[in-house]
């Protein structure tokens, strides 16, 4: 058992209470005890009453992330097995296809500060907190028993812990195998689109498996039609309009690399002579295409967090204004935008005002085709949210009349 115990001050751990998943450093009255940071922790009401157990950083300003809300609960091998086979459990009932999908999604997982990707036959592990990082090796063990069982054989496990956010823990970044080395580009198929994937030097895990269904949703607007996909990463979205039977796909990205592996995707996909892929900042593109009096039936906005704090959230306005404005102005009329955020800092509400504005100053009308967030691989757990951070909006654009 733990020989921490951390104790909140009179009105601390509010979100924690409502089902949240951390204590903040400013929350917390005192830390007794002898431990290490990474240990598991008790945590205390200020009044003694035992909330749960979690394990303790104190470099870090999320200074316990809680595991069980169970005082007794063992933090132990079969613990972590017991919360690895439910995730497994999980994805298997809410996914159409486990082909590809998420596997551990951290605190919505009840596993925090951990993400597990499941590419093919490959896991692609991202560790962001000190004390889940010393069960990484159990947890990939873990899955691959589970997965074995039912006839899926991984052949080997890749670690992406070089996010910035593990310095905030103290943490040094970290990549490469866990276990046996392997061929790190893998080929994944995800609504009949086949993709090369690099897990070592691709961004974040090396694919977006947030969007899946988001990208199949797009489908039915594309047979026959014009579609301009932006901030493509490695064509996932032209791919699925391509496949779709698009007349034309141009997708664009500021990243050489990204765009070098999108024409090799759309190769992959007998898709060349239709899906095409050009290197070029995507703010600098849109008044271009503009200016060139291009039109296109569906444009696709797919861009990268423009915040990842709140202090630069008003910028990030700023920029989803911008290239939202832009894109409906590139939409013929009665055609179709896509447009997203990813990033939860970038709220329901203030995403939803933004295009509001977007499309006022413009005078275009939007009429809301649907609404939509990340795959349910990608589960948000209430009182949890960071976990609810992808916002995906289809609109037919109209003008005004």
């Known amino acids: 058992m733990e020989n921490g115990i951390v104790t909140l001050?009179?009105?601390g751990g509010r979100t924690l209470k409502c089902g949240g998943p951390w204590v903040y450093d400013n929350e917390v009255?005192?830390?007794a005890g002898n431990f290490s940071d990474g240990d598991i922790v008790l945590v205390h009401d200020?009044?003694?009453?035992?909330?749960?157990?979690?394990?303790?950083?104190?470099?870090?300003?999320?200074?316990?992330?809680?595991?069980?809300?169970?005082?007794?609960?063992?933090?132990?091998?079969?613990?972590i097995r017991m919360r690895v086979r439910e995730a497994w459990e999980y994805r298997k009932q809410v996914m159409d296809d486990i082909g590809s999908c998420r596997v551990i999604f951290g605190e919505a997982d009840f596993l925090p500060g951990i993400v597990v990707d499941k590419l093919s036959d490959v896991l692609?592990?991202?560790?962001?907190?000190?004390?889940?990082?010393?069960?990484?090796?159990?947890?990939?063990?873990?899955?691959?028993?589970?997965?074995?069982?039912?006839?899926?054989?991984?052949?080997?496990?890749y670690e992406r812990s070089d996010a910035k956010v593990r310095e905030q823990e103290g943490m040094e970044r970290t990549k490469g195998f866990l276990g046996e080395p392997f061929e790190t580009r893998v080929e994944i198929k995800e609504n009949g689109v086949r993709y090369l994937v690099d897990v070592a030097e691709g961004q974040k895990t090396g694919f977006f498996l947030d969007q899946k269904y988001n990208r199949r949703a797009i489908q039915r607007f594309c047979p026959g039609r014009e579609v301009l996909d932006c901030f493509t990463h490695t064509g996932s979205f032209a791919l699925n309009a391509g496949l779709a039977g698009a007349a034309h796909v141009l997708g664009v990205d500021?990243?050489?690399?990204?765009?070098?592996?999108?024409?090799?995707?759309?190769?992959?996909?007998?898709?060349?002579?239709?899906?095409?892929?050009?290197?070029?900042?995507?703010?600098?593109?849109?008044?271009?295409?503009e200016q060139e009096g291009k039109k296109f039936d569906l444009v696709i906005l797919d861009p990268p967090a423009f915040t990842k704090s709140r202090n630069s959230v008003k910028n990030a306005v700023k920029g989803y204004r911008e290239i939202n404005l832009r894109a409906m102005k590139l939409v013929k009329d009665g055609g179709y935008l896509a447009t997203c955020s990813c990033?939860?800092?970038m709220d329901y509400e203030l995403f939803t005002k933004t295009i509001g504005q977007a499309a006022r100053n413009v005078h275009k009308r939007l009429r809301q085709v649907e609404y939509r967030t990340q795959a349910p691989d990608h589960p948000i757990l209430w009182a949890a949210e960071e976990s609810y951070y992808l916002k995906f909006y289809i609109f037919q654009v109209c003008e005004e009349r």
């Open 29 to 31: 009255e005192s830390v």
């Open 343 to 345: 990033s939860h800092f």
């Open 9 to 11: 001050k009179k009105g």
């Open 46 to 79: 200020f009044d003694g009453y035992p909330l749960g157990r979690g394990f303790v950083n104190r470099k870090s300003k999320l200074l316990v992330r809680m595991m069980t809300r169970n005082k007794d609960q063992e933090v132990d091998e079969a613990f």
């Open 254 to 289: 500021a990243s050489a690399g990204g765009v070098a592996l999108a024409r090799e995707n759309a190769a992959l996909n007998g898709l060349s002579g239709r899906v095409e892929f050009e290197c070029a900042d995507v703010f600098e593109l849109l008044p271009r295409l």
């Open 124 to 157: 692609v592990v991202q560790s962001l907190a000190l004390g889940i990082d010393r069960f990484k090796f159990l947890i990939v063990e873990a899955l691959k028993e589970l997965m074995a069982e039912d006839g899926i054989l991984i052949r080997g496990a």
